[in-house]
């Protein structure tokens, strides 16, 4: 089936943006899933609020961290600051960075074909990609990234489309979006900008001069926000905090291995087409003759996109470790090409491979509902709860609809249905992730009106749990994971781990169980019996425990 040529997809990028927090919001702003570096960006950010300094960074035990620039850190902050000291808090601005990325690659797309339809896809492609969603849903620094990234881009694009005649407007976007980058990630927003500059300076198809990008008010404020906490930092720390930050830029970073690098190469190369699933395997058909026809159209965007995405595979290739989110910086760009190659291409018009992935999604988007209004049956269900199975089932509805009698509403479906994916996980998830262990611990350590300093042994995720649900009140030490009983004499007040309670002495203690949770071992035999009467006893007997131990 072939639709009309003179279909629109018609996207108002706010509408989208809004959907996307909307959406992804009961997920990314609770801990349903809780990533291990959140825990050095919220743990430091309880201690801004603790001692008043908001320039020097420290980890749970009180030790300085400077392996990350400022801006992820305040980005925290201000969350805590504006909201509370609570999970809303530590994760809203990150959410709101996501949602404004997808709405910077609708304008990054706008910019460089001044076309609806390429935007509009655009837009949906990032607004359904996994990394993007996932890092939208964590207090690290992805997702800023990839926003200040973004920025930047737009700015190139700008100077790629009109070359010396480009708008003063790009080159501010050019500089404080790199410079804003560094505040959030360091060296690799300057690798990025090095090698956007030289592919301006050389395009061949807009000339653009030395003394077009030497904009002076642009450098100049874009130069004392990347450097500002650095010189701070130096001033108050001395050079030697410049030492952490090297060893994790550089020193463990890259790999000079040539064998882990071709393995990190391939993995990084077949994630990129993941991320991007189902759009990069609706694009493969007769792939060679239609990247002919756009290299005709923008060569210049298609160099940029080009050599974008062998940067960050060859960064990808070096890293020591490799992770997705490694990806994201560059995403927004691919997302335009994948959209500028569909509708050029006029496989947007081919409907087929669409109904396909857009039937699969509304198979998974089934099950997720069935288990939704299967756990949230009687009283182990909220209001809220129910509420968003019964979206599920109305959208499940609409889009069988949509894929019956309006296919040229498919590109939208195939976002919306990822979206609603995590959207009714979090309605499932919440069953065995709240309370989470620091709402529990905050309950009980406030009816005992405990004030004294609290020493933590135990998993630091858990800890920084703890730590932000008591808030800046509350001094919670992490204490070493070697030789960490010699430590606990300095603490009249203790919470343990289950694991960790038989190494102590108890006998000059008052020992309670602070909280208990679905430990990730016994999840089916927990959702198995989650309606039975066994039920409480069952999970009595197979979560995971904490302890708080008062000295007699």
């Known amino acids: 089936m072939i639709l009309s040529t003179n279909s629109e997809i018609k996207i108002n990028p706010w509408i989208l943006m809004v959907l996307y927090m909307g959406l992804l919001a009961p997920f990314a702003l609770n801990f349903h899933l809780h990533y291990p570096d959140e825990i050095y960006y919220r743990d430091a950010a309880v201690k801004m609020l603790q001692n008043g300094d908001y320039l020097t960074t420290y980890l749970g035990s009180g030790e300085l961290r400077f392996k990350k620039p400022i801006l992820t850190y305040w980005t925290v902050l201000a969350g805590f600051k504006l909201f509370g000291v609570n999970e809303f ?6 959410l709101l960075a996501g949602a404004a990325t997808v709405g910077l690659t609708f304008l990054l797309a706008k910019t460089l074909f001044s076309n609806s339809k390429i935007a509009g896809l655009s837009a949906l492609i990032m607004a359904s990609n996994s990394v993007l969603i996932m890092s939208s849903a964590r207090s690290i620094p992805d997702v800023l990234l990839v926003l200040t990234i973004t920025i930047s881009a737009i700015g190139f694009a700008g100077l790629l489309r009109d070359g010396e005649k480009a708008h003063q407007k790009y080159l501010w976007f050019l500089y404080l979006g790199l410079a804003l980058a560094f505040e959030v990630k360091g060296l690799s927003a300057v690798g990025l900008g090095i090698l956007g500059i030289g592919i301006v300076l050389f395009n061949p198809w807009k000339k653009v001069s030395w003394k077009k990008l030497f904009h002076i008010p642009a450098l100049a404020v874009s130069l004392f926000i990347a450097l500002f906490w650095f010189v701070a930092m130096w001033k108050i720390h001395g050079p030697t905090y410049l030492n952490s930050f090297f060893e994790d830029q550089i020193g463990i970073r890259f ?16 994630l990129l087409g993941i991320i991007f699933l189902p759009w990069s395997v609706l694009i493969l058909g007769q792939f060679k003759n239609r990247v002919k026809v756009l290299w005709k159209e923008n060569p210049q965007f298609f160099m940029f996109f080009l050599f974008w995405g062998l940067a960050i595979l060859i960064i990808g290739g070096l890293t020591s470790k490799f992770y997705e989110r490694y990806l994201l910086p560059v995403a927004p760009v691919l997302a335009v090409w994948i959209a500028w190659f569909l509708v050029r291409g006029g496989i947007l018009d081919r409907i087929r491979g669409f109904k396909i992935a857009v039937g699969i999604f509304l198979s998974m988007l089934l099950i997720l509902t069935s288990l939704s209004i299967w756990i949230n049956l009687g009283e182990q269900g909220t209001g809220w709860l129910r509420l968003q199975w019964i979206i599920g089932v109305l959208f499940l509805i609409y889009a069988a609809i949509v894929w019956i009698r309006t296919p040229k509403k498919l590109p939208k479906i195939i976002t919306y249905s990822i979206l609603m994916l995590f959207f009714l ?12 262990q620091g709402q529990q611990a905050k309950k009980r350590i406030d009816a005992l009106a405990v004030s004294r300093p609290i020493g933590f042994a135990g998993n630091l995720n858990v800890g920084s749990k703890i730590r932000m649900s008591l808030g800046p009140g509350y001094e919670l030490i992490d204490l070493p994971r070697e030789n960490w009983i010699s430590k606990t004499q300095n603490y009249s007040v203790l919470i343990l781990e289950d694991k960790r309670l038989n190494e102590m002495d108890l006998a000059e203690y008052e020992v309670q169980v602070l909280s208990k949770n679905w430990d990730s071992s016994s999840l089916v035999p927990l959702l198995s019996a989650y309606h039975s009467a066994s039920f409480d006893s069952l999970l009595d007997q197979m979560s995971s425990k904490y302890y708080l131990l008062i000295k007699k």
């Not at 808090?89 to 990150?94: A, P, V």
């Not at 996980?425 to 989470?436: A, C, D, E, K, R």
């Open 425 to 436: 996980l979090s309605s499932i998830t919440y069953h065995f992730s709240f309370p989470h």
């Open 89 to 94: 808090g530590s994760r809203i601005f990150f």
């Open 255 to 270: 790999t000079s291995r040539i064998v882990l690098i071709l393995q990190n190469g391939l993995l990084a190369t077949f």
